[in-house]
């Protein structure tokens, strides 16, 4: 029996699991625990879940907190657990409720937090809603703003009233009295002067519904179980309003241009700072939650210094030639989508998008032009500017810019346009420009807290007119709220000593401790990708022998010299090589593999290694080989150990919440997902379909495939402790959220757990990291239902407990101690284990703030929890303390983590299936990505792109 777990009782007629051996007693023991019940228990339909027991109450799981029967629909058992509904897929929304707070936790020692929330005072009564539509439409967000604010000042007295409504910048217009015009549509005519000739518009307004304060009101004090999001909406307009016309807005943050302060991150791109700002319900009152932001905006220069710093070229004047292919390909990447303004026009400033930058210099690229004789002849750039400009261009030998349609043959020289400002950076950053960004805004949690209270004091809202006009007031000062620092799990390591570890805020040492079950390594080889003269064999000599000592004192043994050690350069030598190993050295249990830094080697190794030839690859820089350091050895062998299928540590298992008294199995699930940048950017081997316009819609190609897939990554965990995980991932379409095939995923981690363990869970606890709230239903919807027609199908009846957690990291809450002697470490933070929920949580629902992490650098942010779902009754206490816990178990390092570590595999799974994806003919630094469009042969091909070979699929690859 694997993992020391005895099997439970169970009877099944028809399944997929196979049938189990009984034992007598009662029903054996997990991981060092009683069970209790038979091991698998029917539960009713996804409402009662495990509260639900059928006919014997003695032998059903154990509740984790009080039932709340009237919380779900009950349905029959041998329905899918979901409640009915028109659709065999799409459940109404109603039919899925998230559960309300349990309780409020109570484990762990007090501590006084501020939170960067700030208290909002409504008025009672009702704020009107008008929808605004503007012909011509398509203007940017800050064309209509212009519009309506004119349209507010010429109708001031006729259709406001006088008032000040508030406008979204696309179609949502509030006013805190009704206008007077009833519910018809009104149009009217607006004028905006314009350069050369003014601009005319109409627009039209319509009525559209009340949004009810009152029903605000009733939910905070938890008279109502619905969070009216039309009135938070109304709100969040009238609080938006006037910073949107004063700075540049950016999703949820506002940002002005550099004043006083310069942070180039290089290529043309500088750092901007901002706030965010948004309006958040939580219990008895209104909330507004600013922050201090930043982010990476296109510096406003010359294109030619913009393409000097794109290409690093230092003086123009030496460069007195054409581009090259190579710098052209660069220079188009970057400029390509932008906004440029001309300069050869005097005051008449006129803007265009780059579309495009020519194959052909100024001075030799052409295009029609119309003679006054009215014949079409061909026309160089430069010489058109030399003749209607009367400009001798300084850079003809350099290309032009072709702006505005792509069929029109529209070319600009360089030197004549400069790059508008405020334009924010979508590009993924560089390495060096992401550390830059880091270091730059980074700051200590104190120093933090004072910028937020500084922000608030300048935004001074209490005098901003859009907020007297609602009525709306704001406290200056943050809310205090009382936390936890929840104690922190005892871990167990192995070996003869079997020493036990309590972190210290959350960190811990492996010194004089072994693994639990640490591998011994037999037949290993070491291949180096950098050059002699970069890493000599010397090096390699002393690494392996360091390597070999701190592996033995661990626990891993690796032992005798490698059966192979050679040097190698270029990415095409990886296939070739593992080849010659795999068929040459039977039984070949590691290969290290020495990089001389960033290159198209690694994701060659990952994808040779992991996908062909099912072989477990180590990795490490030329620079940690030359200078070894027993911290960096000591962090490869956690990672060697758990890809050779060792375990690191685990959770003592006397101290483990008591959902570890029957068999739980762990998911992470998360979605990566390609730069919006590469949304409209066919790949050049396809043909895509363009993009059209039908009437008022952008309608996308049907291609489903024009560009980088998402790409979905689901773990589950395999054993009790719980320590070993299994991996699934796939493929679906740019930028879906929900994860398509999550059915046959879930499906194949319970079959795998049922293999590794002979248990069936009776419960599953799935973390799903990476959903904002905008999409927490159709997420729930979907997904939900995958994981119940995953076990439907696997056994008639068969119907865990299913717990759905959402992990938020990418949110703006931060805490910070009321009492500086609570502060943690150089940067002042909150101490490991902090969790609030109170205060700043949700009116109703289940949801709490854990900071599990220390934070070495910059302000911790703590992660959000919210329970979508939860059949298993949980209290606070125990899925809180059972979060903490489980971010203890991440076996890269001795430290505990910002999120629970089946979230974080899951994310390093997709993350490493992008290097999959990486083809191996290298046209660029890095790589070049397979691309495919609906075409099935594609799709297929991504498929197996990303397939991780028998062997690998066993263990922790992506460690």
């Excluded at 990476?296 to 690093?312: G, N, R, S, T």
């Excluded at 022998?545 to 192979?564: E, H, T, V, Y």
């Excluded at 980088?708 to 320590?723: G, T």
Aim: include cysteine; charged fraction near 20%; charge should be positive.
């Amino acid at each position: 029996m694997s993992n020391g777990l005895s099997t439970g009782s169970s009877s099944s007629s028809s399944s997929s699991f196979g049938s189990i051996g009984s034992s007598p007693g009662n029903g054996g023991c997990l991981g060092g625990m009683p069970l209790m019940g038979n091991g698998l228990t029917n539960i009713l339909g996804l409402g009662h879940g495990l509260g639900n027991l059928q006919n014997n109450p003695s032998s059903g799981p154990v509740s984790l907190g009080t039932p709340n029967l009237s919380q779900h629909p009950v349905v029959p058992p041998n329905s899918s657990g979901m409640t009915r509904s028109n659709g065999p897929t799409n459940g109404s929304l109603q039919d899925f409720q998230c559960p309300l707070r349990p309780d409020h936790g109570s484990e762990g020692r007090i501590i006084s937090l501020k939170v960067n929330h700030f208290q909002v005072k409504i008025p009672k009564g009702f704020i009107h809603h008008y929808e605004i539509s503007i012909q011509p439409d398509k203007c940017p967000r800050r064309v209509n703003r212009e519009i309506v604010e004119t349209m507010v000042q010429a109708y001031s007295q006729k259709v406001f009233n006088g008032q000040r409504p508030v406008f979204d910048g696309r179609k949502n217009l509030y006013s805190r009295d009704p206008l007077p015009i009833g519910r018809e549509r009104v149009e009217l005519e607006v004028t905006l002067p314009g350069e050369g000739r003014d601009r005319v518009f109409h627009v039209g307004i319509k009525f559209v519904a009340q949004a009810s304060l009152y029903a605000l009101e009733e939910a905070l004090e938890g008279k109502s179980s619905q969070v009216p999001l039309d009135a938070i909406q109304a709100l969040d307009v009238v609080m938006r309003h006037l910073p949107s016309m004063t700075y540049t807005p950016v999703g949820r943050s506002f940002f002005s241009p550099p004043e006083g302060y310069s942070h180039p991150l290089g290529g043309g791109r500088e750092v901007w700072f901002g706030f965010h700002q948004s309006v958040r319900p939580s219990y008895w009152k209104m909330m507004l939650n600013i922050d201090v932001s930043a982010t990476a905006f296109y510096k406003a220069q010359p294109v030619i210094e913009f393409m000097c710093e794109v290409l690093d070229i230092q003086d123009m004047q030496e460069q007195r030639r054409p581009l090259a292919d190579s710098q052209r390909v660069k220079f188009t990447k970057e400029i390509r989508g932008l906004k440029v303004e001309i300069t050869h026009c005097g005051a008449m400033k006129r803007k265009y998008r780059v579309c495009n930058v020519t194959r052909r210099p100024a001075q030799t690229q052409s295009f029609p032009l119309q003679s006054d004789s009215g014949q079409t002849i061909e026309c160089t750039v430069a010489k058109y500017f030399l003749e209607r400009y009367k400009m001798k261009l300084q850079f003809p030998y350099l290309p032009c810019l072709q702006v505005g349609q792509e069929q029109k043959h529209t070319y600009l020289p360089l030197e004549v346009c400069n790059i508008v400002a405020g334009q924010r950076c979508i590009k993924k950053l560089t390495d060096l420009q992401t550390s830059t960004m880091i270091k730059v805004t980074a700051r200590p949690a104190p120093d933090r807290e004072k910028e937020i209270n500084n922000l608030v004091r300048k935004a001074d809202f209490n005098n901003d007119p859009y907020l007297k006009t609602f009525g709306i007031n704001v406290s200056n000062h943050m809310t205090e709220v009382q936390g936890r620092v929840l104690p922190p799990p005892k871990l167990q390591y192995g070996g003869r000593t079997k020493a036990q570890v309590i972190p210290n805020q959350g960190v811990w040492d492996m010194r004089g401790k072994q693994l639990y079950q640490g591998i011994q390594i037999r037949v290993w080889a070491i291949a180096c990708f950098a050059p002699s003269r970069t890493v000599g064999e010397e090096a390699l000599r002393n690494f392996s022998q360091q390597l070999q000592r701190i592996s033995n004192d661990a626990g891993m043994p690796i032992m005798g010299q490698p059966c192979f050690c050679k040097y190698a350069a270029g990415a095409d030598q990886v296939e070739p090589m593992f080849r010659y190993l795999k068929n040459t050295y039977p039984g070949l249990q590691l290969i290290v593999v020495a990089l001389p830094g960033k290159t198209p080697v690694y994701a060659e190794v990952k994808r040779v290694g992991e996908i062909m030839f099912g072989l477990a690859t180590q990795c490490v820089q030329a620079k940690n080989v030359n200078k070894t350091s027993p911290q960096t050895l000591s962090n490869l062998c956690l990672k060697i150990n758990v890809k050779l299928g060792g375990i690191n540590s685990i959770l003592l298992p006397s101290i483990r919440p008591a959902v570890f008294r029957e068999p739980v199995i762990f998911l992470g699930a998360d979605v990566t997902h390609p730069p919006l940048i590469d949304r409209f950017k066919p790949s050049l081997s396809l043909n895509c379909d363009p993009v059209v316009v039908i009437g008022n819609s952008t309608q996308l190609p049907t291609v489903e495939y024009c560009s980088k897939p998402s790409i979905a990554a689901v773990v589950a965990s395999m054993d009790a402790h719980p320590s070993r995980y299994s991996a699934t991932v796939r493929v679906q379409p740019h930028r879906q959220e929900i994860i398509q095939d999550l059915a046959t995923m879930v499906r194949e981690l319970l079959m795998q757990f049922y293999r590794s363990t002979h248990f069936k869970p009776t419960r599953i606890i799935f973390y799903r990291d990476g959903v904002s709230e905008g999409q927490f239903m159709p997420v729930l919807v979907h997904e939900l239902r995958a994981i119940r027609e995953a076990c439907m199908k696997l056994e008639v009846g068969y119907q865990p407990g299913i717990t759905f957690v959402v992990v938020q990291k990418r949110h703006h809450t931060r805490l910070f101690c009321a009492d500086k002697k609570d502060q943690i470490g150089k940067s002042g933070n909150i101490p490991a284990g902090t969790t609030v929920d109170v205060g700043i949580t949700h009116p109703m629902e289940f949801d709490f703030f854990l900071c599990s992490h220390a934070g070495i650098q910059g302000t911790s942010r703590p992660s959000h929890y919210h329970v979508l779902w939860d059949d298993n009754h949980f209290n606070s206490d125990d899925l809180q303390m059972l979060t903490y816990q489980l971010c203890h178990t991440y076996v890269r390092c001795t430290r505990s983590v910002s999120i629970p570590a089946p979230a974080y595999y899951a994310h390093l799974v997709a993350f490493r299936a992008r290097y999959h994806l990486v083809e191996k003919e290298h046209d660029s630094a890095e790589g070049s990505q397979l691309s495919g469009n609906s075409d099935e042969r594609n799709l297929a091909a991504m498929a197996r792109a990303i397939s991780v070979h028998p062997d690998t699929v066993k263990v922790m690859y992506f460690a």
